[in-house]
Each structure stands twice: as C-alpha cells, then as structure tokens.
C-alpha cells in the first residue's frame, strides 16, 4: 500500500544513517558528558539545578521536533544534543545524589531499553528508525534515544572507573566494540536495524570517554583542556556540520524513496 504524503513526511523527520550522522552522534555524546560537567561545576546549578533546567530546554526542543512534518537538522540535532544532556544528569543524579551503583543504574537502564523496544516492537512491528510515520513511533524513537544516553553514561562510567581502565583505553574498548558491530553487519549479515541500536548504544560511552579524556586534569587521566574548552570545541563542529548538512541536505532521504532498515551507513 502505498504511503499518505503525510507518513512520506513523516517518515524523513530522522536524517538518513551516513557517516556524518554517525560523526555528529559521537560529538553530541561528548557535548553532553563536558557540558553537564560544565553547567553543574562551573556554573554551580548543581545536579538537581542542571537537571531542571536542561529538562525544561528539552522538553521544549521535543515539542517543535514532533510538531515537523519533516526532518530540520537544527531541531533534530538540538534535541539529540540536549537529550545526551539530560540522560546523562539522570545517571549522575542516581549515582551522586541518591547513591545508586553504577553496576544497579546500568541493569535498570539497560531493561528500561529492551522494555522500551519490546513494547515498540509489539506495537508497530518493526524498529526501523525510517519507519517512523506517526507519532506514536516518533515518541517510542525519542523514549529509546533517552535510554541509550543513560545507558551509555553508567557503563562508560562502570568501565572507565569502576575497573579502572581509564577514558582512553575506554574510548578505544568502545570504539572496537563498534568496529565489531560494523564488521558483523557487512560481513555476518547482522540484521541492520539491530546494528544500528547497537552501535547507537556503543557510541554514548565512546563519545562520554572522549569528553572526559580531553576535558578531565592530568592528574585524573586527561588531557586537562577542561569542560569549558570540550565544550565549546564540541559545540562548534556540531554547528558547522548542521549548517552543513542544512545547505547541502546530504541527509536528507528523497521523497520518493521508501523507509530503509536503518542500518549502521546506508
């Protein structure tokens, strides 16, 4: 059956799976670990402060994305920015503020997620990030996205300090792991739409790894450029990529194209 020139739309309200998205998705995972330092360090809001003001911000963002009829990279990377934002401060309130192990906040959000796909998946029979025609599925997408940035957060965090290994070898560890997924997909036919929640997932804790490295002093195993200095970096090449992609429209997937499975590149 062919589809309505609204489920059309709809449907290209995510941008098409390509390098630059995977680029930008690594940068927004950084943003979120240096710039939630940031605001709750450097401008002293706290985690409870941060956490309310970068709620509101979201809450905001997600409003005009659900409002499109079709995929704007300024909303869409706002929102994908300041969600990595708030799923990392609900890690860090869990484990700072009310004492919740990082081992116990990685299980929860991990089963928050496979919860999250198992009703999605039940409900619309499919987890195609081009599949996304209705509302319904977009509120599933964003929903999912939101755990996998806690769940990137508690395990980058669970690896990189709780065994010790440090954020480089971290982000390598990660980095590999995502090489695996890559691999298996192009050479093992690993399902595409499983591919790419998998290395959606692997991306939070390399991008988390990355930030702390540069941003963290020497005496903690970083480069000592400072969340301020990450942040801005960070903040700087998202932007020059989004104005980008919105002139050149790179990402953009034809009208006349069907969804695609999302795979890891199309």
């Known amino acids: 059956m062919p589809q309505t020139t609204v489920q059309r739309k709809m449907a290209n309200k995510v941008p098409e799976v390509t390098a630059y998205f995977w680029i930008i998705k690594v940068l927004c995972t950084t943003v979120g670990e240096t710039a939630a330092d940031f605001l709750n360090e450097n401008l002293h809001l706290g985690l409870t402060g941060t956490t309310i003001v970068m709620g509101v911000l979201l809450a905001i963002a997600l409003f005009l994305q659900m409002r499109l009829r079709k995929y704007v990279p300024g909303i869409y990377w706002l929102a994908v920015v300041l969600i990595s934002i708030v799923g990392?401060?609900?890690?860090?309130?869990?484990?700072?503020?009310?004492?919740?192990?990082?081992?116990?906040?990685?299980?929860?959000?991990?089963?928050?997620?496979?919860?999250?796909?198992?009703?999605?998946?039940?409900?619309?029979?499919?987890?195609?990030?081009h599949a996304i025609t209705t509302t319904r599925r977009e509120a599933f997408y964003w929903l999912a996205i939101l755990f996998t940035f806690a769940l990137g957060t508690a395990a980058g965090?669970?690896?990189?300090?709780?065994?010790?290994?440090?954020?480089?070898?971290?982000?390598?560890?990660?980095?590999?792991?995502?090489a695996v997924v890559a691999?298996?997909?192009r050479i093992s036919k690993l399902d595409a739409i499983w591919a790419f929640w998998m290395a959606y997932i692997l991306t939070r804790p390399l991008g988390a790894s990355l930030g702390d490295f540069l941003s963290q002093p020497h005496d903690?195993?970083?480069?000592?450029?400072?969340?301020v200095g990450t942040s801005g970096l960070?903040?700087?090449?998202?932007?020059?990529?989004?104005?980008?992609?919105?002139?050149?429209?790179?990402?953009?997937?034809?009208?006349?194209?069907?969804?695609?499975?999302g795979g890891i590149e199309s």
């Open 234 to 261: 960070f903040f700087g090449l998202i932007l020059g990529m989004v104005v980008f992609l919105t002139v050149t429209r790179r990402d953009v997937i034809p009208e006349d194209q069907s969804p695609q499975a």
């Open 157 to 178: 965090d669970l690896v990189a300090e709780k065994f010790g290994i440090g954020y480089l070898v971290s982000a390598l560890l990660f980095a590999g792991l995502i």
């Open 183 to 185: 691999i298996a997909h």
């Open 88 to 129: 990392t401060l609900i890690t860090d309130n869990l484990t700072d503020n009310l004492g919740v192990s990082l081992v116990l906040t990685t299980i929860v959000f991990g089963v928050a997620l496979a919860v999250t796909f198992a009703i999605w998946y039940a409900k619309e029979k499919t987890l195609s990030i």
């Open 220 to 227: 903690h195993g970083g480069l000592g450029l400072g969340a």
